[in-house]
């Protein structure tokens, strides 16, 4: 069965990206680290490849149509857009609860 590109898949799909690049960020920092921003420029390779991916996602989503199966309609709103980062962003709360010693306990 064919589904045509929608507004709502589009959007599922750029949280999912947004989500991911988060968690890359996150995953910098392994242990009781927790500012995951700290060295984020002491290997540029690091950021080029978060802008890469980042522009890309904004390509593919604006721009992408059909080909990505994505709204055909010029992609996303700017308010769309800052939801996705938003709920993207909550993984960078997740990491640092989860790296919080009040909030699980350390085995010994």
Known sequence: MYHTASRHYTFIF??????QVFNFLNS????????????????????VIVVI???L???IVTFGG???SVYKHYGLQVYQWLI???IGAIA???GLLGK???CIPKED
């Open 84 to 86: 996705c980062v938003g």
């Open 14 to 19: 750029n949280m999912f990206v947004m989500m």
């Open 53 to 55: 991916i980042i522009a």
């Open 66 to 68: 059909l080909a990505f």
């Open 100 to 102: 919080m010693p009040c």
């Open 28 to 47: 910098r920092k392994l242990g009781d680290e927790l500012n995951v921003f700290e060295g984020i420029f002491s290997n540029w390779l690091f950021p």
């Open 92 to 94: 960078l709360i997740v």
């Open 57 to 59: 996602q904004i390509l």
